[in-house]
């Protein structure tokens, strides 16, 4: 889910570029692509601008994305506008995607959701007014063994509740940076009463030992001396070129020439 909508002119700043720093990333960026293949960067570089710029992208960022990969503009817009984690309009600083697929649902979301609201005085699909926090629904974000759960801008939180929700905006809204992951100290997302697998360390299995290779290691002298390979036998001479071979007709050879 993205704040999907291109944002009216009067927001969109004239132009953009990358600060010196992107810009050398950008470069780095674009050189793990072969020659040629270059505008495979897109998607990162999108990545880059949108941070750069306050988590959302302008379109002159799209422009000045496309004309570094030497792409028409076009192709940096199809992108943008089909992926959602790109943002054509501007987002609070706490950009909080609350997940209400089943699992969080059932599991309280609705209590989230509310928390939030209570909190910012943003509903789903609009930001606070102190420009502070944008929220937005959103579909699974893969974490529903800790449902119910958010994410706020790179990070999970789950394991939430009405309560554990609030203290998590207060703690944002106070500039603090809150513990990622699990509200309730669950390691991962283990099961919540603990462990119930893999409890002892794994044991060593020996393999079973044969009783011939048991008999040699009790008396390595007794063991049965392995036989001597047979000597490979010289290779055979190949004939001497026979006389008949000397006449294609299997007569006798000429005699030799007598030079004295
Ligand atoms: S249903 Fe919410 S993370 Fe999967």
Redesign the pocket.
Same mark, same amino acid.
């Given at each position: 889910m993205s704040f999907g909508a291109p944002a009216p002119d009067s927001v969109q700043p004239a132009t953009f570029q990358f600060n010196p720093e992107n810009l050398s990333r950008a470069k780095e960026i674009i050189g793990k692509y072969p020659e040629g293949r270059q505008q495979s960067a897109l998607l990162p570089l999108l990545d880059l601008a949108q941070r750069q710029h306050d988590n959302w992208l302008p379109r002159a960022a799209m422009d000045y994305v496309a004309d570094l990969l030497e792409i028409p503009p076009i192709r940096a817009y199809e992108v943008a506008s089909f992926y959602t984690m790109f943002n054509k309009a501007p987002v609070g600083r706490h950009f909080i995607q609350v997940?209400t +697929? +089943?699992?969080?649902w059932l599991c309280g979301s609705n209590d989230v959701l509310k928390a939030i609201k209570d909190k910012t005085g943003a509903g789903a699909g609009e930001t606070s007014t102190d420009g502070a926090f944008t929220v937005v629904e959103v579909e699974?974000?893969? &974490?529903?063994v800790n &449902?119910?759960?958010v994410q706020i801008n790179d990070d999970y939180y789950e394991d939430l509740d009405y309560q554990r929700t609030g203290e998590l905006i207060d703690a944002l809204a106070k500039g603090e940076a809150p513990k990622i992951g699990s509200q309730i100290g669950r390691k991962g997302s283990q099961a919540l009463s603990g462990p119930t697998t893999l409890l002892e360390p794994p044991k060593v299995v020996v393999p079973k030992k044969t009783p011939a290779k048991a008999k040699a290691e009790a008396a390595p002298d007794a063991a049965p001396k392995a036989k001597p390979k047979p000597k490979p036998k010289a290779a055979a001479k190949p004939k001497a070129e026979t006389k008949a071979a000397d006449t294609d007709d299997g007569g006798e050879a000429p005699a030799a020439k007598d030079e004295g």
């Open positions: 997940c +697929t +089943t699992p969080c699974c974000l893969g &974490a529903c &449902a119910p759960m």
